[in-house]
């Protein structure tokens, strides 16, 4: 059975491969006139989740880079929480004291969305979406303090946007265990709580946040919302589903084989749980990646060729990496290392201390 692979857009890898340098956001006419206000505020000091809080803004930011989202949208992601909100308590500009100066520092109708992304539910935003909730025109009413708060057309495909960016920029398996289950968070008896609390954990990927990325992206395809935004390339343009157990299997099988748990003196039995997690989740780099590395391993270089072409594809797709454990400009880094091993005669190694060596060639 043939694997899913995906071909690799060039356009999008240019796009992607601008954003490679760490000064990508210094250069960005629309954000780096906000960038020395941030940072002043010590996000760079801040830990959030796999990171510091300024790896995160950016991090979010950069996939609205890559989803060619307009500067309001992208401005959002860049500031998303900088008002603080039930999640993060990281509250760096006061709301009662300094809107009009975040107002004329990104335009109001930026701020009002950074704003609004601040002070209304998330939990519940999401809950709602998730539940089809959407009315014929493409609002969303939320409730907030007895009060009925209606979301416009509009507003609804940015917080869906921001949210699918917000969420695969920061979730691994550690957030699995603290937000069980998130929307719908479960409160654990605290000894249970506590045991699953020690950071960063094992640095997992996600077990289960790519299926609800993937129905939050299928609600962009409401007739009210589907032409408001650019549709972000994930999931084929957000109309593919992963489905929770598919997920989870996949998962699990790409850990088993990352934790070699499975044997890697003989291949065959590492390659073919790669590639059924790949037939399990086709929409992620990482897997496809390492089986890439497995087949260039065995002299199969034409399915290298083709998987490290898949993955470099998805991880432009993403613009963050779901794996954690080193960031997203590794995965692509090392992607092209495999995908000019597989191209270029002769260029992987046959001795194991030769891969310290490796470097592009182009």
Wanted: hydrophobic residues 45%.
């Amino acid at each position: 059975m043939s694997l899913p692979f995906h071909p690799l857009d060039p356009d999008l890898f240019s796009r992607a491969q601008s954003l490679l340098d760490e000064e990508w956001l210094a250069r960005d006419p629309d954000l780096a006139p906000m960038l020395p206000t941030v940072l002043a505020r010590n996000v760079g000091q801040d830990w959030h989740k796999a990171g510091t809080f300024r790896h995160h803004l950016v991090g979010v930011a950069r996939s609205l880079s890559v989803w060619q989202q307009p500067r309001d949208v992208r401005l959002l992601g860049l500031l998303h929480s900088v008002y603080g909100n039930a999640f993060v308590d990281l509250v760096k500009f006061d709301p009662a004291k300094e809107r009009a100066r975040m107002r004329g520092l990104m335009g109001e109708s930026a701020e009002h969305l950074v704003y609004l992304f601040c002070t209304q539910s998330r939990t519940q935003f999401v809950q709602r979406v998730l539940a089809h909730a959407l009315e014929a025109d493409g609002s969303l009413v939320l409730e907030k303090d007895g009060q009925r708060h209606v979301l416009t057309p509009y507003e609804v495909a940015v917080f869906i946007i921001v949210s699918m960016a917000d969420t695969i920029e920061q979730w691994s398996s550690w957030q699995d265990d603290v937000y069980s289950r998130f929307p719908d968070v479960q409160q654990r008896p605290q000894t249970a709580h506590w045991a699953a609390s020690l950071w960063p954990g094992p640095m997992r990927p996600t077990g289960r946040m790519l299926h609800q990325i993937s129905a939050l992206g299928q609600a962009l395809q409401h007739p009210a919302l589907k032409d408001l935004l650019p549709i972000p390339p994930v999931f084929a343009h957000c109309s593919q589903n992963l489905s929770a157990s598919d997920e989870a299997a996949a998962s699990a099988l790409y850990w088993a084989v990352v934790q070699q748990d499975q044997p890697l003196v003989d291949l065959d039995v590492a390659t073919g749980v790669l590639e059924n997690a790949v037939r399990h989740n086709p929409w992620v780099g990482e897997s496809q990646m390492t089986l890439a590395q497995l087949y260039l391993t065995a002299g199969r270089r034409d399915e290298a060729r083709a998987a490290a072409s898949s993955a470099l594809q998805l991880f432009c797709v993403w613009g963050n990496s779901w794996d954690k454990r080193v960031q997203w400009e590794a995965w692509i880094a090392w992607t092209r290392i495999l995908l000019q091993g597989a191209t270029v005669d002769g260029s992987w190694p046959e001795r194991l201390d030769k891969l310290n060596n490796l470097a592009l060639r182009d």
